[in-house]
């Protein structure tokens, strides 16, 4: 499966951003779907993840309550839909796909999107 990740740009502190992951290839519903991001300096980290169907959702406790990934299978598309959107946010965000179990641990993943960045101002 490929993936293309989109709608990353500079937003002003508590401003909101929808990323989408366009997928190709395969059908989405094959995979666990999760959002990561990495900002500069630091090691990827875990931001949201999605089951198959789309009824279970995971969030890191850092975006809890001001993310939402959903996903729509019958599209082939993944979201992340961010609002009150803070200083440290400020990252690249990659979409991935896993065909197993997905999780938290971004080295699960075998397929990834290119990345788009999010700059948040204060």
């Known amino acids: 499966v490929q993936l293309q990740a989109s709608g990353g740009g500079s937003v002003q502190a508590g401003g909101s951003l929808r990323l989408s992951c366009a997928a190709s290839?395969?059908?989405?519903?094959?995979?666990?779907m999760g959002w990561f991001r990495q900002a500069t300096g630091k090691e990827r980290e875990f931001v949201a993840a999605?089951?198959?169907?789309?009824?279970?959702?995971y969030y890191a406790d850092s975006v809890k309550d001001r993310f939402s990934v959903s996903r729509d299978n019958a599209k082939n598309t993944l979201d992340l839909q961010m609002n009150s959107l803070k200083a440290e946010d400020t990252a690249v965000y990659y979409c991935?796909?896993?065909?197993?179990?997905?999780?938290?641990?971004?080295?699960?993943?075998?397929?990834w999107g290119q990345g788009t960045l999010v700059t948040v101002s204060s």
């Open positions: 290839g395969r059908t989405l519903s094959r995979y666990v």
């Open positions: 991935a796909a896993d065909p197993d179990r997905g999780g938290r641990n971004y080295r699960v993943y075998d397929y």
């Open positions: 999605i089951s198959r169907d789309g009824g279970s959702t």
